[in-house]
Nanobody
């Protein structure tokens, strides 16, 4: 069974940068899409960024475009989320997700992803 483990969350001040990591294990294969979602209490899980199996295609939510950057190391089943110029509204639990479904575009809905990490808390506060 595929398992995802996130790390790197923490408390930072507005304007700071923070990097999140996600490691996949359990034989995920090679042709899969990985993404990051975030969720706050009482709200739906929100798409943040996604990347195709070979890293050739990425997509970002408008709220983070130009500030957040997703990257991956396919041979090591690793995906990263580099977050810059953090704002208080970025505060959330961040989840790593994986899907083996083939698609022409990066899936944007949570129910399109098959595997999820446990989440890591990111808090942006002065």
């Amino acid at each position: 069974q595929v398992q995802l483990v996130e790390s790197g969350g923490g408390l930072v001040q507005p304007g700071d940068s923070l990097g999140l990591s996600c490691a996949a294990s359990g034989g995920p294969g090679s042709t899969y899409t990985m993404g990051w979602f975030r969720q706050t209490l009482g709200k739906e899980r929100e798409f943040v960024a996604g990347i195709s199996w070979n890293g050739g295609r990425t997509n970002y939510a408008d709220a983070v475009k130009g500030r957040f950057f997703i990257s991956r190391v396919p041979t090591k089943n690793l995906v990263y989320l580099h977050m810059n110029s953090l704002k208080p509204e970025d505060t959330a639990v961040y989840y790593c997700a994986l899907t083996r479904r083939l698609a022409d575009t990066i899936p944007l809905l949570a129910n399109e992803y098959e595997y999820w990490g446990q989440g890591t808390q990111v808090t942006v506060s002065s």
